[in-house]
């Protein structure tokens, strides 16, 4: 079949695909923005959903290498405008940030289904302490930290309030000052809902009927978890300086010690914000991400081979996945072919 028959047949009306092959990126978009209107562009801006979450823990592995947060110590140290609440859990063993990177701190929520047009936004200490207008439950400990992998949005939130507090800065512009400008990622922000401007180049997003969804894009205040707006060609440029950092070709923004840290996989494959799969010389990085409307792929082999592959419609993983294999195909990649 061919894309665009598989577009058709799974509801998906636009794709954005960036191709990384030995370092350098092509990016070439296909079908629509929306039903009916402008085409996908490689500056069209979609949804990163979850894959917010490894930009973030790049931003937090440098303040901490910095010396201006602990990697290993109590998060409650660090955070001042809010707490993690203390019980018997906690009691057992530290929250850290590390944990909270890679999943293993034992904390609640696994998801933000969002906030559709129209409805009120909830501040962050709302959704911390699951208050209303909150539509998620309170983020708190709920087995003992450091014992197990459980996917947490929750425990990315905490590092968002961790970021806020230590920085003094407002999120969506600490991660540009400390990530997005210096890797390049142009198109990119942590602004939520999008400012007019950059609203006019952004995806609809679309349901698995085919239907939008209603009122458009859904706002997620919960930034470093899910919040971020970019384009597959950005995301290739962060890939790319997560990798420099781990071979130690660049290491302006990483150490090679810090990104060795971040891309040492533990519970789950999960590293410091990425999967982690495979063993050198075919080790690489990865992660997917799930809003309403919007799904994503990101994938970096070691030897500077992957893809960023972004959608704007609800069966856009089964889509993206297919594409992924592909790539793998074409390019000769060690792994996830079909």
């Known amino acids: 079949m061919t894309l665009v028959d598989r577009m058709n047949e799974l509801h998906v009306p636009g794709v954005s695909i960036a191709i990384i092959h030995a370092g350098a990126i092509r990016a070439r978009g296909f079908g629509h923005a929306s039903i009916g209107g402008p085409p996908v562009l490689p500056e069209t801006l979609f949804q990163a959903a979850s894959i917010s979450k490894p930009v973030t823990a790049v931003a937090a592995l440098a303040l901490a290498q910095a010396g201006k947060l602990n990697l290993d110590g109590d998060v409650n140290l660090s955070l001042k405008n809010w707490k993690l609440p203390a019980n018997s859990f906690s009691a057992q063993s530290m929250v850290t940030l590390r944990r909270l990177l890679n999943h293993s701190a034992g904390v609640t929520v696994r998801r933000f289904p969002g906030y559709a047009a129209d409805t009120p936004i909830p501040s962050l200490r709302n959704i911390l302490n699951g208050e209303p207008p909150a539509n998620t439950a309170p983020i708190v400990v709920h087995h003992e930290p450091g014992a197990q992998f459980e996917y947490s949005s929750g425990g990315y939130t905490i590092v968002q309030q961790m970021l806020i507090d230590v920085s003094g800065k407002p999120f969506p512009n600490l991660l540009e000052e400390v990530v997005l400008k210096p890797l390049g990622m142009t198109h990119s922000s942590f602004f939520q809902p999008l400012p007019k401007n950059d609203a006019q180049i952004a995806a609809t997003p679309y349901q698995a009927t085919g239907a939008p969804v209603p009122g458009g894009p859904h706002t997620y205040p919960e930034l470093a978890a899910a919040g971020l707006w ?11 300086g997560v990798r420099d950092a781990w ?32 063993r050198s010389p075919h080790q690489r990085f990865l992660h997917e991400g799930d809003n309403a409307g919007f799904l994503s792929s990101m994938i970096l082999f070691e030897n500077g081979d992957g893809a960023v592959v972004m959608t704007n419609g609800a069966n856009g993983g089964q889509l993206a996945s297919e594409i992924m294999h592909s790539i793998a195909l074409e390019y000769d990649w060690p792994d996830g072919r079909p």
């Open 230 to 240: 970019t384009t597959p060609t950005d995301l290739a440029h962060f890939a790319l």
């Open 247 to 278: 071979t130690g070709r660049d290491t302006s923004l990483l150490s090679q010690a810090t990104a060795l840290q971040m891309l040492t996989p533990g519970f789950g494959d999960y590293g410091l914000g990425f999967v982690v799969r495979g």
